[in-house]
């Protein structure tokens, strides 16, 4: 072996192994089934660090589960439909979607992420990613699109798809409607302003509202029935300012009259409320906002103008006719569309919507059959499910997407769905063949609107299905898939719980009436300086996974991810780096000087006595195992690493490696069946300690498994070792308990010689240990010659009591002479 790891020459050749064997193929790991539904990224030009954090997380919990027994079945996704891959495509091509077909645009979109797809996959391949690279799927592929479509149609005739013309969220930013799912609130700064609506007969009415610029759009003023103020109102007509038309004035129980005056208006639409009594009371429809964001016509002065222009506009008009009459700074929440922050608006559209209301308790009860890993973070579903107000509203109205798989008849309005046959099929581009079904008209239309990414998204166990199954005919009929599903584990950030886990929930239950997967894994995410999450929209992504991997080992990188704790965010850190650095550093260092002494080794050939020494490091190392395994059984991949290092670095390194190396060094002065022990013990904790590393490091325990291992286990590779064949369960409490207070008495040694500033392999003439607990005295001399080798000392006594200077060293005339003093205060405790 060389003197030093060369990352970049072993990560290569590591690399090049797996793929030549198909390492991590699931028909070349025999067992139980474990599929895990991974998450594909957004292609849109880059990754940044945050994903190598999450997606090496989950890694780890792959290998240890096909170091386990299982058949793991790990396969990969690129999201390509949507809009970032959408504005992507446009900007490196200099064109604009909308001037094509959506199919030319959509294998314009395929040809382009392709070679964006296979710089991830090479970056992943670099990360290690022990991930199934044949079965790698696209959102936007041919058989992802018919998958998605078929589903719709599944859905809908189970009748949890329905179509309405609907008040519904809407972004005029980017001209589509949204679901709640895609909100997030903000605080934003505004005036609560008091304005004058007058009574046919002159008497003012003032009410208060944050938006003054929907006076056009007015249809009811509204008071609670028991505001004596108002009761007298009721039955009359109220006119507005600057618009002059009347509107009706109605109690009603939702009105709050502590609010403001206790008089409001409803306009069509400002809030959730405005359309609940916009359909309660049958209120006529005020469109002053357009699709485009812009005031129409029915706006009057504010035509053309977007909302904080005619904002400013109408206040400018009211103070102008006194109609303004108070004004109050203020801050208030207000919905947001996640992708691009601009304010959400209210708008009617014909659209399909998953009915998502009408099962929430169905829905909640599904939590209950998911393991939730940290189980906290089931809360959050819950609550999100429990607060939701609207229906999945699946339609957008963008180009570029999956279209609905439907056509309408003009004439009588009725719906027809394409055949599964025809599937994946864009009813703008394909004409339905034929005449309407109700009717027999023949004005006929292909559906508009494509797909909300979630709806093809959320189907990501059926997608895998179908990788899984290469022969699959449908994911939705076919027996075999029931036998798929629920997948073993989903690993996603806590951020989208709300979207992915929520709505393949939904989808899973509503298909097939089960859950789509065991468990549910949620990773936090990195953060940048100013505490944000790392993100190449907000470009505050400085740290770049390819310059990192031109410093750093990428085993080095991987082992700063296992350092997060679950589902909790965590900032990037140089520091872990280097310690990951020292690691690996030291780890193939301890294994040069195992392969030095232990090449010749049968590891098969386990000695009948070991010493208690060798006893001691095995019954710790079990005891690292149990530690190990219970932590990743509960993917508690940073608890795991903590085990092994404790382990590896004070156990192994510090304390056994020290003990044993006199041993190895002047056999001739040892037992020569102890020396064979102690050869076969380190040879087998080598072994298990690369074992143990593998998931966090793959390429350096690859390559010290290949250099020292593979030869005399037989196994290709050490990913595909089983832990039960070579953690074997040793406890040897006597051993433990003798080596702990030989460990003791071989400390204060080197702490006496360090104090006095002498070599630790400075002669000792004199040695003698003093203790009023005569088993520890028995401990330390049944080790004697271990203690002489390693404290370079000459002779050693034994007194029993206390010495009366305690632990001392001392020189005269040349000559060393240590006392030590061996306390135990678990003896003491017995004793009293």
């Known amino acids: 072996m060389e003197p030093k790891y060369d990352h970049q020459t072993h990560e290569q050749k590591s690399r090049d192994l797996w793929q030549e064997k198909k390492t991590y193929k699931a028909a070349n790991n025999p067992g139980t089934l474990y599929s895990i539904d991974t998450p594909p990224p957004t292609v849109s030009g880059s990754l940044h660090i945050g994903h190598i954090f999450s997606y090496t997380q989950t890694d780890i919990i792959a290998r240890y589960q096909r170091m386990s027994g299982f058949s793991v079945f790990y396969p990969f996704g690129f999201d390509d439909n949507g809009l970032p891959t959408e504005r ?46 044949d079965a790698c799927y696209s959102t936007i592929s041919a058989p992802v699109r018919k998958i998605s479509q078929e589903s719709f149609i599944e859905l809908y005739t189970k009748k949890f798809i329905y179509r309405k013309y609907e008040p519904a969220l809407y972004c005029t930013a980017c001209r589509t409607s949204v679901a709640q799912a895609e909100l997030d609130d903000a605080e934003k700064p505004s005036h609560f302003n008091d304005i004058v609506f007058t009574l046919k007969d002159g008497s003012e009415l003032i009410i208060g509202t944050t938006r003054p610029e929907l006076l056009g759009s007015c249809v009811a003023l509204l008071y609670h029935p028991s505001d004596a103020r108002y009761t007298a109102l009721k039955g009359k007509m109220a006119i507005v300012p600057l618009f002059g038309h009347e509107v009706p004035l109605i109690a009603d129980e939702l009105v709050q009259p502590e609010k403001g005056t206790g008089l409001v208006m409803c306009c069509t639409f400002g809030d959730k409320t405005d359309i609940a009594w916009y359909k309660k009371y049958q209120l006529p429809f005020r469109q002053s906002i357009g699709l485009d964001g812009k005031f129409t016509q029915i706006a009057g002065p504010l035509a053309g103008l977007k909302v904080a222009a005619a904002r400013e ?148 166990p059926y997608i895998c299905y179908t990788e899984f199954n290469k022969e699959a005919v449908s994911p939705f009929t076919d027996a075999q898939a029931l036998e798929f599903m629920p997948m073993s584990m989903r690993p996603q950030a806590h951020d989208i719980i709300r979207t992915w886990a929520f709505y393949t929930i939904a989808k899973t239950w509503m298909h097939h009436g089960i859950v789509p997967w065991k468990d549910i894994v949620i990773s936090g995410h990195v953060l940048s300086d100013s505490k944000e999450k790392l993100s190449k929209s907000k470009e505050n992504a400085k740290t770049d996974p390819e310059t990192l991997l031109k410093t750093y080992p990428a085993d080095v990188i991987r082992y700063w991810t296992a350092s997060g704790s679950l589902g909790y965010d965590m900032a990037f850190s140089e520091t872990q780096l280097r310690i990951g650095q020292k690691l690996v550093t030291k780890l193939w260092n301890a294994c040069r000087f195992i392969k030095e002494h232990t090449l010749s080794v049968d590891l ?23 530690r190990y395994q219970k932590a990743l059984g509960t993917h508690e991949f940073n608890v795991a690493l903590d085990a092994v290092e404790t382990f590896f670095w004070q156990d192994l390194c510090d304390n056994y490696l020290e003990l044993i190396k006199d041993q190895l060094f002047k056999p001739e002065q040892y037992n020569a069946q102890l020396v064979a022990a102690t050869r076969w013990t380190l040879a087998h904790l080598g072994l298990r300690i690369i074992q143990l590393y593998a998931p966090y490091l793959p390429h350096i325990t690859e390559t010290l498994y290949q250099e020292i291992y593979q030869a005399r286990v037989g196994t290709a590779s050490i990913h595909q070792t089983q832990l039960k064949d070579h953690q074997h369960r040793f406890i040897y409490h006597l051993s433990v308990e003798i080596m702990y207070t030989v460990i003791d008495a071989i400390s204060q040694v080197r702490k006496l010689k360090t104090e006095k500033q002498l070599s630790l392999k400075a002669e000792v003439h004199h040695l003698a240990f003093y203790s009023k607990h005569p088993s520890l005295l028995a401990f330390v001399k049944k080790e004697e010659q271990l203690i002489k080798g390693i404290a370079h000392a000459h002779t050693i006594m034994y007194k029993a009591g206390a010495h009366e200077s305690g632990s001392s060293l001392a020189i005269n005339d040349g000559q060393t002479t240590m006392t030590i003093q061996l306390e135990s205060a678990e003896l003491d405790n017995d004793q009293k």
């Open 88 to 133: 992507f495509v446009e900007k490196k091509r200099g064109i604009s979607a909308h001037q094509m077909k959506r199919s030319e645009f959509i294998d314009l979109c395929l040809q382009e992420t392709q070679s964006v797809e296979k710089q991830f996959e090479h970056l992943w391949q670099r990360m290690g990613l022990s991930v199934d690279w």
């Open 313 to 460: 506009k109408v206040l400018e008009l009211l103070k102008e006719r006194n109609a303004l009459r108070a004004q109050k700074a203020i801050t208030h929440a207000v919905n947001i569309h996640e992708r691009c922050k601009h304010e959400i608006e209210y708008m009617p559209l014909s659209q399909w919507f998953l009915n998502i209301l009408d099962y929430k308790k169905q829905l909640i009860a599904c939590a209950d059959q998911i393991n939730w890993y940290p189980a906290f973070m089931k809360t959050r579903y819950v609550n999100w499910v429990e607060h939701l107000n609207w229906d999945w509203c699946l339609s957008r109205q963008r180009f570029f997407g999956i279209p609905f798989p439907v056509w309408h008849c003009t004439n009588c309005h009725h719906i027809i769905l394409a055949e599964r046959s025809q599937l994946p099929l864009d009813p703008q581009e394909t004409p339905y063949n034929g005449s309407c079904p109700q009717c027999g008209s023949s004005q006929i239309v292909g559906d508009t609107d494509v797909m909300d990414t979630w709806n093809t998204s959320s189907l990501t």
């Open 604 to 626: 098969k050939n386990r000695p009948p006595v070991l010493g208690e020494v060798n006893e001691w490091i095995l019954d710790r190392a079990s005891n690292a195992f149990d």
